[in-house]
DNA sequence: GATTTTACGTA
DNA sequence: CGTACGTAAAATCT
């Protein structure tokens, strides 16, 4: 085993701290060589940065490669805390080292690194801040991600280049950077409501607001106000989740807080939660609520993290402070506030940077109707619920007790582990394999709804038809019908305008959930933390379950939804002549006027592939049409068309091949996009939103872009259709539910004309491609509930 | 008790 | 080698 040297100018303002050797490190006795995966990425990150290596000393924590690259087999325990004597000894010859080259600067890159120069854990929380090292007191560190996990995780570059350039701008000397905050969390009640009187009469600039809340319910116990990045103060009104005032002094508090927020612009991250609340339990209208972090961070970066303390990370400069949310929580509110200040003058000038300023007015806009939908709720019929709960619960039990029958003993098919051993040892029948994401992906076992589907397909058993009743049911039960209704009846969502759920309950607190961070410009609807009733996401409510919700007496659910949106869309784009002349054609047309003429995209799928003509294509033939155009459209393979033809791989293959020689087009159209992004790894909606892609290049990459434009472009379309509709007609028409590509309404029976012909004038956008200009057409739909619509043609 | 995995609902 | 989203129950970890 080779030790591996710290290499670099002794000088060097900048000092590198990695893991431990790789092979080709092991192989030369040099840190991060340029011909090994990590030490290539390093160079790319640095080079990004501009920061330049031969000026930096690199070093790793480890000195010898561990066996099989696994940095665990120099610590004593799993968790890896209890370092063993080498690498103990090693930390010490680092902890030497960087005594004598007294860098500016330690950038550590990855967990181990942060570990051993400060004994924390957790890279990605602690990531993107300049704070000490306890290794070696008073010398100043940022931690970033290792380079082999940017070579896993690609889209970690962005951040990681980030992080390298605040080490580049805090190299220049050894001393920590100054904060000149002044965060006052401890204001009397006579200060905090001088401070809102001064902010009243004399401040005029936005201000940033901040509230801290407690569960259940939601109740503000703290509120925060910054009147610019290094001031702010914050009041706590609730201790033990019992007020601190009396009822009047309280009261004062909240007059004169009404009264700023009436009359300032305000800031906040992620305010659609902040004036949700301040509206719910207040009766405060924060109604100049302009800015918000997180709608920005969205706009203007989709692909990264959206939380306050990672946007933080790389706006600003100041020291971490999410830790101290339980300690000190005042103080937390007041960083929050001040530090959402900072944040809000970095994303103007990105926002204009970017030139998006459009996409983000566009998404702040949103703020409102997601807040009243959120707040309304939707009502449900409880009779008819618990009609269908018992329903279902009866029909569970009876396949229940048949399938024990069966079996002979009992068996929990809601365990996938236990429904394994139960079709594949058991029963003996073929071993199913889940589909990969990658053929270098292991093979998995599985006995999903697909395994089952395609095992009742070869075998004809009968116990897997019960199976796959039974676990239908139990689903549709537990997630959609057996539900919490408010006390007023009620079932509430939230719906999210940047998409990715950001903020969840966990252990009583909110905290922000950054796991998932992608989105197209679509809402994404989860539990409101503030009303946590019903199934929480309300757009996966299977048709089924969608019954329970109906419309009071003497009105209606009526559905206004998009026809074939995102087909239409990708019929332009690709430049598909026949599918645009059918569009084109069909357009303005109701449902049975399109059905007459044979105007079903499906069947026009089936003619171009078969050949047969149009007025002659079968239902089956179309359902074929159908699944080739789905498939197609999204590039997926020929193992996910022939799950859902229930035919062979090697006719799957036919028929997609067959599909691209009588429509060349979408392989061309694919192409572009790749060359579109190879240019700038950017793309752009029909409605001006642009996505820049920070996945690395390859297949992966290819199929969510070619996603992309229709996709966003059909929910913008959507959202800019509910604006106006809530800005223009929110006083009479009522606005019940959002789907993507729907919007749902009740309406009085007598209004249903006016209604849709409001409707229709306000979701009529054009859309161009090349300067050719197109419209979506509108269906509609009534019924005395949101489960049983018929179409409904107006005059 | 907390976290991860598996499965599954919608557009 | 569809994508995107959120949630429930089981499995697994600590």
Redesign the pocket.
Known sequence: MTYVRTEGPLTAKIMLVGEAPGEEEDRTGKPFRPNAPAGKTLNQLLAQAEITRAECLVANVARERPPGNKISFYFED??MTRPKPILKDWIATLKKEIETYKPNIVVALGGTALWALTGEKGIKDKRGYITESTLVPGQKIIATYHPQKVNYEWRLGFTAIMDLRKARINSEGPSMPVDSRRLNAYPSRLEFLEYLKYLYFEHEAPIALDIETVMPGCHIDILGIADNPNHALSFTFLSNKKPRLDPAKEREVWLWLAKVLDKLEVIAHNGLYDIAVLWHHLGILCRKFRHDTMIAGHVCWPEVPRSLAYMTSICLNVPPWKHTAATMPSLYNCADAANTYGVWEVMQNEIDKLSVRDTYEFEMSQVWPATMLQLQGVEVDLGRRNTIKANIKTRIAQLNEELTQDFGREV?I???????NLLYIDMSLPVQY??????YDNR?????????TKLLRTTSNPLLKKILEA??L???L???I??EVSPEGRVHTSY?VT???MQ?Q??GLVVDDED?????G?W????SIILPYG???L?????TARTIYTAPKGHLFLQADYVQ?EAVVVAFLIGDEPMKEMFRKSYGLTKSQRAENNYDIHKLTAHTNFGIPLERVTEAQRDVGKAIR??T????????LSAKLGCSMSEAKKLLEQFHDTCPQLRLWHLRIQEELRRTRMLTNLLGRPHRFLERW???LF??AY?YKP?ST?GDLLNKSLVVIYNEYGEEIHLALQ????IYTIVKEEELDRTISLLKESMTVPLQVDGEEFFIDIDFAIGPSWGELQNYESN
């Open positions: 799993k968790k929990n809601n365990s996938p582990k236990q429904l394994q889940k589909r990969r994401k990658s053929k998995k076992i599985t006995a999903d709804a697909e395994a089952l676990k239908k139990t689903k549709l537990n997630s959609f057996d539900i999210n998409g990715a759920t969840r966990k252990k998932q961070y992608k989105s197209f679509r994404s609807s989860s539990q199934s929480g996401n757009q996966n409510v299977p048709y949106a789905h498939a459209n999204y590039s997926a393979g020929p193992g996910v390859g297949d992966n199929r969510s996603s996709q059909v789907l993507h590509d729907a």
